[in-house]
């Protein structure tokens, strides 16, 4: 058995679309359904692939792993306001008081809001470039809760006034969309080890 699925949030509004892609997904993991799903929408690639191939003209243009074809500045996908990456982590606590989750990640750990899944379980987390920002050193008196140490694998351009980086979180990949002046401002380079700041509310 497989499950083919030809754009199956195309004509529904966004509110419904996250209403009932937990579902699907849920569907995914209990069954061990092998599927076909074809989209336009990134996010709903990211949240529920694994093997990515993007068409374009009736050819395929990249191939691969989900997290690979991502973040390959070769692909297409990594640049522009809705480039993103995705990490694979487990959750180590129960929700907290403050309704929060940690989560085990690629040898870190990570804040997020708390959602239906029990401890131990595999989360996929779809991070958007635009919501990761880079630090020197771990600033004091901040916001936000999730600081990873990495190390920027490869920087290119990605219209008149930004820069797409690419950091190695362990073996993951993690994209970041900063303004050229930052990247000079920090001087950031390919092998530097520098610090990705992200909000745990952009993690919903």
């Not at 050229?180 to 993690?203: D, E, F």
Request: glycine fraction near 6%; include cysteine.
């Amino acid at each position: 058995a497989a499950l083919l699925l030809d754009e199956p949030f195309a004509s529904i509004d966004r509110l419904a679309r996250e209403l009932f892609m937990p579902y699907l997904e849920k569907l995914q993991r209990l069954f061990s359904l092998p599927s076909l799903y074809v989209t336009h929408n990134l996010e709903e690639a990211a949240r529920l692939g694994d093997h990515l191939i993007l068409m374009e003209d009736g050819k395929v243009k990249a191939e691969g792993p989900l997290m690979s074809v991502l973040t390959s500045s070769s692909s297409g996908l990594a640049c522009g306001k809705e480039a993103c990456s995705v990490l694979e982590g487990v959750l180590l606590d129960p929700q907290d008081e403050d309704g929060l989750v940690r989560l085990e990640v690629a040898g870190t750990q990570l804040w997020v809001p708390a959602e239906n899944s029990s401890v131990n379980s595999g989360v996929r987390i779809l991070i958007k470039a635009r919501d990761v920002s880079l630090a020197l050193d771990v600033a004091d008196g901040t916001s936000i809760l999730n600081v990873l140490p990495v190390m920027v694998d490869q920087i290119w351009d990605d219209g008149p006034a930004r820069k797409m980086v690419r950091l190695k979180l362990g073996q993951e990949f993690l994209l970041a969309a900063v303004t050229r002046r930052s990247v000079a401002a920090l001087n950031v380079s390919p092998r530097q080890k520098i610090y990705a700041q992200i909000k745990s509310m952009a993690l919903l």
